[in-house]
Structures are given as C-alpha cells and as structure tokens.
C-alpha cells in the first residue's frame, strides 16, 4: 500500500502534508516486528524516542507515562521470564525491550506541567480511581506516540500485553508508584519480523458522521 492508492476513488496523496516516504514509514508500511536484527538501540535513540513521544497531547498534559529501558543481561533475563508464551523469546531476543508503566500518582507533577491551574491538584489527592483510571487512558495513549517515535528515529516495535504485569511492578518498579501495563521490544526488523497484515475496517463501517 502506499499513499497514491486510490479508495472508492478516494485519493489519499491529495490530502497530506507529509512526504510518501514519511507517511509510508510512519502508518503505511509500518509493521508490528515480532524479529529484529542484533544491531544495537543506541542511547541516542532512546532519547529521541522520549524527545518526540512526550510532545504528545495527554489530559491536562498530565504525562503519566513511565519508561524503563531493559538493556543489561540481568534485567533481560528478569523481564523474560515474566513473559507469556512466545513473547519470551521474542523479548530475550530483541536489541532493547521497554517497559511501559504509567505513575499512579502523577498528579504530583501537575502544578509544574498544569502551572495555569496548579490548585487542580487537590481533587486528585484522595480521589484514587480517577488517577487510576486517567493514568491507564493517558499511558495508553503516550504508548501509541512511542511506537510512532520508534518508527520516526527508524525502528521498529512490538509492542505486548501478554506478561505478568504484578511480578514485573515488584522486580523492576518497587518502591515506586508505577504500574506496568505495555511492554515493547525495539530494533531493527529482522528475517521474517512480520505476520501477514491482517484487514483494516473501511472507512464506512468504523465512521459515522452527525
């Protein structure tokens, strides 16, 4: 697929700002990697992957989510063996892995990233469910701008659900207020990183207008 392709004789080319090369690397061509290469993550792709995905919009700019870089042997191996099934393999075998977490208490931040409405802080000061429940949706959507970021700086992700969220938070977030809830193996893609792309809905059936 690529941006020329024409939908119900919808053109896509004709309504992006972006180079084919641009759109192609970030949403057309993209792949979820389930293989990588043995060519390192550099700490400078690290950061650029933070630099770009914290410019993301979340409510109220909270910024909830937390990363933690797996690198050494001995991290890896923890992270492993917390992994379900296949995605063992697949983590122990991917150059970098991250951990995504969200913080519990981000409202503790909020008069620093929220300064306008700094006294907002309060109603989340006993209110658990709703820094629970804004964290999740928010660390939710900071994930997706990681993934995005990891394709901007030329990686591939494959990001997982299937681990043992409890044992994760108590060997790599202990004494903190983190609550772990992606895990995403980065790098280059490797010999047959990819699954058949699976069908996408049209535009008809996922979109109504009012």
């Known amino acids: ?77 923890t992270l492993v063996s917390h992994m379900a099934g296949g995605n063992a393999a697949k983590t122990a075998a991917a150059p970098m892995a991250a951990i995504l977490s969200f913080d519990t208490h981000w409202h503790e931040h909020l008069p620093a990233l929220f300064p306008h409405a700094a006294e907002r802080k309060a109603a989340f000061d006993d209110n658990e469910a709703a820094r629970l429940s804004m964290g999740n949706d928010n660390g939710h959507l900071q994930a997706a701008y990681f993934i995005m970021a990891a394709r901007t700086v030329g990686l591939a992700a494959g990001p997982m659900a299937g681990f043992n969220t409890l044992g994760v938070d108590a060997d790599f977030h202990g004494g903190t207020t983190n609550q772990t809830f992606m895990v995403i193996n980065l790098g280059k893609p490797g010999e047959n990183a990819w699954h058949d792309r699976r069908p996408r809905l049209d535009y008809e059936v996922a979109t109504t207008t009012v």
């Open 1 to 77: 697929m690529s941006v020329d392709v024409i939908v119900d004789e919808f053109i896509l080319q004709d309504q992006l700002i972006l180079n084919s090369e641009a759109v192609d690397t970030l949403f057309l061509e993209a792949r979820t990697a389930n293989a990588f290469t043995d060519e390192p993550v550099t700490e400078e792709q690290m950061r650029a992957i933070y630099e770009l995905t914290k410019m993301g919009p979340t409510a109220m700019n909270i910024q909830p989510m937390r990363i933690t870089w797996v690198k050494s042997e001995t991290a890896r191996a």
